[in-house]
């Protein structure tokens, strides 16, 4: 019986090496297959286009500096400005995700701290609409903001992300196992008023579940193309993702390194933070996902 | 006492839920109502503003008139060609995404054979995930380009090594390599992203469950199929969800592949009602029915899984309640 044991459990092992094997070759080419694009964009910005035509493939530049000086010239002859439209895109991202974090916690807060007649209906309307998206409400929404003379105003970006019904879920998930009532009343008794309570006692017990929030409100919001592509016709307010779109025009057809430059330059700033944050951000999905 | 404490603050409950009602009521609820109205009426023509609504009966005795542009999409070539794109799309990526995800799941999460470095790939797969899809788009645009373009590059490089040459292929001219270029760039994005959900919930699972498994003698396989599946069952339709809601919002990365040659393969639902909005003659009123009826589509579509997904738990809840109601009568 000992000896049946034995040999299953080694022969166990063996199949474990070549499974082993396996996990890891197929893994290692998915990790290449995910950075192979991105390479490719670093690589060929700072080549010429003649360099590009005669390889992709190639990994160095002959001149790389005066190529990239090059390449960085033609991107900003053209309409397209990578630095007004990273101020653009930093502006938008940055208050949309303030309002968002800010007033969901809020929202979030008066469903599980408070009792009101109406809370039931709120919390399930709340959950009802987390999965309506923005793009089929376009038509009513251009045509409010046209008649308000408001189109271009980044404005009308970043104030709907107030109500976020996907964030509000989120952060009253969180709050119901995080917030103990006893806190709260402590602070009452201290006399803190409630508005006050909230800023000064309930935020910072959500911060965790703000700062994961906050990192998807402000990729997604970074990285939204179909509203600023409607309502954004000046070339001064362009936000970087519509500004990238400005790219595939014809105009850059034959400038294949200041097409890749241009890229680079709009993803550089997502690499940098992922390079930071990264360990962060995957336990954030995987934390909603949980919850969710 | 308690109970007093709670009513008298409950004033604060509807003070602090007023911003997030104000600015729904003003971006979201106006703009979807107002959405609905135009849908029934004449507004088009760029800039314009006023609008009628349609007649119920039409100028020549048609009937149900007011239907009219609801009527003009629903029967438009391009509106059909859309919707059929983007459904194609959606499953050409979401196949292989959930395929893909549950096997790395099954092997990153494996208690026997421990695989190291799961953060790393974790993290390199979940990377494209927060690339705007605008910026993907165009990479691969240029990367699958022709006659020069990595991809051709690369594929004509191992054609050499064993001797044959090849001759570069026009990627973005061809109906079907469009399609299967948009759902990969698609399942690029989200496949990390999806297998992280699901080792999220594989994790969430009692180990004793997996113990328990292996006294029984069930191999990986098994143990995966029987148990692990079934125990991540509501995180995948989350997934599904809302992949499925994604996928027919589908815009950034068609909207950067239309090439006049590969028949329209990449248009999607949302290009749709943008052309009709903002081109040509700028139909607000046909687009507006459109944006209604993937409104309609989705609603019906989230609200079916949604009620798939909660089945389970309140079924749980029917059997707790009789066994309360049991409890109750033998008290009795």
Redesign the interface.
């Given at each position: 019986m000992s000896e049946i044991n034995v040999t299953k459990k080694s022969s166990?092992k063996r199949n474990?090496t070549g499974?082993?094997v396996v996990?890891?070759i197929?893994?290692i080419f998915?990790?290449i297959?995910?950075?192979?694009?991105f390479v490719?964009?670093l690589c060929n910005s700072y080549k010429s286009t003649p360099e590009?035509?005669a390889?992709?493939?190639a990994l160095w530049s002959a001149h790389p500096i005066a190529n990239l000086k090059k390449n960085w010239q033609i991107i900003n002859s053209m309409d397209f400005h990578p630095i007004e439209g990273f101020w653009n895109s930093f502006l938008v991202s940055t208050c949309s995700t303030l309002l968002n974090v800010y007033?969901?916690s809020?929202?979030a807060?008066?469903?599980t701290?408070?009792?009101?007649?109406?809370?039931r209906a709120?919390s399930a309307i709340v959950i009802g609409?987390m999965?309506?998206?923005?793009?089929?409400?376009?038509?009513?929404?251009?045509?409010?903001v046209?008649?308000l003379h408001l189109v271009n105003n980044l404005w009308m970006l970043i104030?709907?992300s107030?109500?976020a019904p996907m964030t509000?879920f989120f952060m009253k998930q969180y709050l119901e196992g995080a917030l103990s009532m006893e806190i709260v009343?402590s602070a009452r008794m201290d006399g803190a008023g409630?508005f006050r309570t909230?800023n000064q006692i309930v935020l910072p017990i959500m911060k965790p579940a703000i700062a994961t929030q906050a990192i998807f409100a402000y990729?997604g919001s970074?990285?939204n193309?179909?509203m600023p592509?409607?309502l954004l016709t000046d070339k001064h307010k362009k936000t970087?993702?519509v500004m990238?779109?400005l790219?595939?025009g014809d105009i850059y057809r034959k400038e294949?390194g200041a097409?890749?430059l241009g890229?680079f330059v709009?993803?550089l700033p997502?690499?940098v933070?992922?390079a930071f944050l990264?360990?962060f951000?995957?336990e954030g999905?995987?934390?909603?996902?949980?919850k969710? | 006492m308690r109970n007093k404490k709670l009513v008298s603050y409950s004033k604060y409950g509807y003070i602090f839920a007023i911003p997030f009602v104000i600015a729904f009521c003003i971006f979201t609820l106006y703009p979807i109502i107002y959405t609905f109205i135009i849908g029934f009426t004449d507004l088009k023509g760029a800039g314009k503003t006023d609008w009628n609504l349609l007649p119920f009966t039409g100028p020549k005795g048609e009937k149900f008139y007011i239907f009219k542009n609801f009527k003009e999409v629903l029967t438009s070539k391009s509106f059909g060609k859309a919707f059929k794109n983007t459904c194609i799309i959606w499953i050409m990526n979401f196949i292989p995404q959930l395929g893909f995800a549950l096997l790395f799941t099954a092997w990153f999460t494996d208690r026997r054979s421990k695989v190291k470095g799961t953060g790393l790939f974790k993290i390199l797969m979940y990377m494209p995930n927060i690339i705007t899809a605008a910026t993907l788009a165009i990479l691969f645009n240029v990367l699958f380009g022709y006659p020069k373009g990595a991809i051709n590059d690369l594929l004509n490089g191992i054609y050499k090594l064993f001797g044959q040459t090849r001759k570069s292929y026009e990627f973005i001219a061809h109906e079907w390599s469009v399609k299967s270029i948009i759902a990969f760039i698609q399942f690029f994005q989200w496949y990390g992203n999806t297998m992280i959900n699901l080792i999220a919930g594989v994790i969430g699972i009692s180990p004793e469950i997996f113990e328990a498994a292996e006294i029984d003698g069930a191999n990986r396989v098994q143990t995966f199929f029987k148990i692990t599946i079934p125990c991540i069952r509501s995180i995948m339709v989350y997934v599904l969800v809302t992949s499925l809601i994604g996928g027919l919002n589908m815009f950034d990365i068609p909207q950067l592949f239309i090439d006049i040659r590969c028949n329209n393969a990449g248009l999607t639902t949302n290009m749709y009602i943008r052309n009709q909005a903002f081109f040509g003659s700028y139909m607000y009123n046909r687009a507006a029915a459109a944006s209604v009826i993937m409104f309609i589509i989705i609603v019906a579509l989230s609200a079916l899984l949604f009620y798939l997904m909660r089945d389970r738990d309140e079924a749980k809840l029917k059997k707790l309640k009789k066994m309360e109601l049991r409890a109750a009568k033998k008290g009795l």
């Open positions: 166990i474990d499974l082993k996990i890891y197929v893994s998915f990790c297959m995910t950075m192979f694009p490719m964009m590009i035509q390889s992709t493939l007033f969901s809020l929202t807060y008066a469903i701290a408070y009792e009101w007649k109406l809370k709120f609409l999965m309506v998206p923005a793009t089929c409400t376009t038509i009513g929404f251009y045509q409010m046209y008649k104030l709907p107030i109500a509000v009343e409630e909230f990729v970074w990285n193309l179909f592509l409607i970087l993702p990238v779109s790219l595939n294949y097409i890749y890229l709009t993803v997502l690499i933070v992922y990264s360990k951000i995957v999905v995987a934390l909603g996902a949980v969710g | -």
